[in-house]
């Protein structure tokens, strides 16, 4: 049996506060085999693969620079883009509500396995809320401390 199959990297950039950041990350690829049936194909070298919170903070960066570029685009058009809610494009973009700093230690945690994100999204809404960056830090401070306590030795730099 012969399977043909081309890799496909999904790539995002972004410009964070004058930082640029680049992110690839292998996507599996569904080919036919010679008789006609589909096969999932992964890549045999993984690269770094990036935790939830970190493809959300890049989604919300994109989105972000979608809808300052485009001032007629409303989030209900960015709902219809990305196939998701309006209501969860708000919670995606709030992400861009946190302090520079923070959202550069989101983009860079570490990937996870399924069920063991020991921080998590809803966590960071209420850092979100808070207006002031100084009162952000805090919060992230006790949220990265209780991921700590809770066994997760070094996941944020």
């Not at 770094?48 to 809808?67: D, E, N, T, V």
């Not at 700093?101 to 945690?109: M, N, S, T, V």
Request: with cysteine; proline share 4%.
């Amino acid at each position: 049996m012969s399977v043909v199959a081309e890799l496909r990297q999904t790539d995002a950039e972004i410009r964070l506060h004058g930082t640029r950041i680049r992110m690839s990350y292998p996507v599996d690829l569904t080919t036919r085999t010679r008789n006609g049936r589909c096969k999932r194909v992964k890549p045999e070298t993984e690269k770094r693969r990036y935790s939830f919170l970190a493809r959300q903070m890049a989604l919300a960066i994109k989105l972000r620079g979608l809808w300052e570029k485009d001032t007629e685009l409303s989030f209900a058009d960015l709902a219809r883009m990305e196939n998701l809610t309006r209501a969860r494009i708000s919670q995606i973009m709030d992400l861009t509500l946190l302090a520079p700093d923070i959202q550069r230690e989101i983009l860079g945690l570490p990937k996870r396995p399924r069920g063991e994100q020991t921080i998590k999204e809803s966590d960071l809404r209420t850092v979100c809320r808070q207006p002031v960056w100084e009162d952000q830090r805090v919060l992230w401070e006790k949220i990265k401390e209780r991921a700590s306590d809770a066994g997760d030795n070094g996941h944020c730099p």
